[in-house]
């Protein structure tokens, strides 16, 4: 009997005990479970791009899987896929792009993790040269849509043989009459070669700078003298000449003509239209002060205080020219005869105490 009533006792007490268990154990299982269902909040970073995300994944993988993401062994993922989530996890994914490269004539395509160009050049193992041109840059950076472009560049020197061509030259000669000709020197070309330093990209020359040149026969410029002599009077009449002399009339050129006025003690030089200061491109290059274009053997640049714009004068040694231009040295018994090239104009140099006659608007 004694027995029996300590079982009962106790069999109370652990009834008690197992109902207090229940009464605090059965909500705790209920809240885990709730805990268990309710969605975490995830930051997923996929390429660099972050957001905060819901989900009730238990692993990477099973989040994954929810937005139909499928990750290759070439891609980067962390943590691991098989890595349980809890709330406030962390998801790392970089995955591989397709990054088409024009190199060597042809198209490369490349399977880079990097997001700069020269990391992905690394990786498809395209190898530069200093001077190789990379477009975009090598420090730009990529986009999934990114091409790049790498030329080759190669510099070289190359050596040209060139012809030198001659000038042709033609001198004032008083010894000869007007309209005619002599030939002084023959022309001849030169001969030279010329180094070029070559900039070619994928085998195309771009650019050709002339580094220097050697010249292995000058030329020999084509020298013509030209007369300028009047020719005489064709007459024998003795009086006709004192007539004309007598009438203020003289004779030049082979026409007779009264001056205006006769200048004494000229200095002539000469000028070429690149010796004008004007760039060959220029709409006046070639232009006198009064607008119309400069002609060799025909134009003159004087001081028009003296010698008036259009008039015409006969110069002694040199014939008959007209006044159309003027410059900043053109002061009193200064004249500037224009010719055809800078050489010709070198050649004419400077001709002290000539005689000029000053005619007038109408040539005789």
């Known amino acids: 009997m004694e027995l029996r009533a300590i079982w009962e006792r106790y069999k109370n007490r652990g009834l008690v005990v197992f109902g207090c268990l229940a009464l605090v154990l ?17 930051t997923f970073s996929l390429d660099g ?72 050049l690394k990786d498809g193992g395209i190898a530069l040269s200093e001077k190789d041109r990379v477009e975009p840059a090598l420090t ?63 085998g195309v020359e771009v650019s050709r700078e002339l580094v220097s040149r050697d010249v292995l026969a000058p030329k020999k410029d084509h020298v013509i003298a030209v007369g300028t002599a009047a020719p005489a009077l064709q007459t024998d009449d003795k009086s006709q000449r004192v007539l004309v002399a007598s009438a203020g009339m003289v004779s030049r050129g082979g026409k007779v003509f009264r001056p205006n006025k006769v200048l004494t003690g000229v200095t002539l030089t000469a000028y070429s239209p690149s010796g004008g200061g004007k760039h060959p491109s220029s709409p006046g290059y070639g232009r006198t002060a009064t607008g119309v274009k400069a002609k060799a053997g025909h134009t003159i640049a004087v001081d028009p205080k003296v010698i008036p714009y ?33 050489s010709e104009a070198v050649q004419f140099g400077r001709k002290r105490n000539k005689t000029v006659y000053i005619i007038g608007p109408q040539k005789p």
């Open 26 to 42: 059965v909500p705790m299982i209920g809240y885990f479970s709730a805990q268990a269902t309710q969605p975490k909040q995830v």
């Open 49 to 120: 791009e972050s957001k905060t995300v819901a989900t009730k994944a238990k692993t990477v993988e099973q989040f994954l899987t929810e937005r139909s993401i499928t990750v290759t062994e070439k891609d980067s993922l962390q943590p691991t896929p098989q890595t349980k989530l809890s709330d406030g996890a962390i998801i790392t994914l970089h995955t591989t792009w397709s990054i088409p490269v024009q190199v060597d004539g042809q198209t490369q395509v490349i399977q880079t993790l990097n997001r700069d160009v020269a990391g992905a």
């Open 140 to 202: 730009a950076s990529l986009t999934k849509d990114s091409a790049i472009s790498v030329k080759r560049v190669v510099e070289q020197t190359v050596d040209v043989d060139e012809k030198v061509a001659y000038q042709e030259i033609r001198k004032n000669d008083p010894s000869l009459e007007k309209g005619k000709t002599r030939v002084l020197q023959s022309g001849q070309e030169g001969k030279a070669i010329a180094h070029y330093k070559l900039v070619m990209e994928d």
């Open 310 to 342: 259009g008039w015409w004068v006969y110069i002694d040694g040199v014939g008959y020219r007209r006044a159309e231009d003027t410059g900043g040295a053109m002061r009193g018994g200064k004249i500037d005869v224009f010719v055809g090239t800078e």
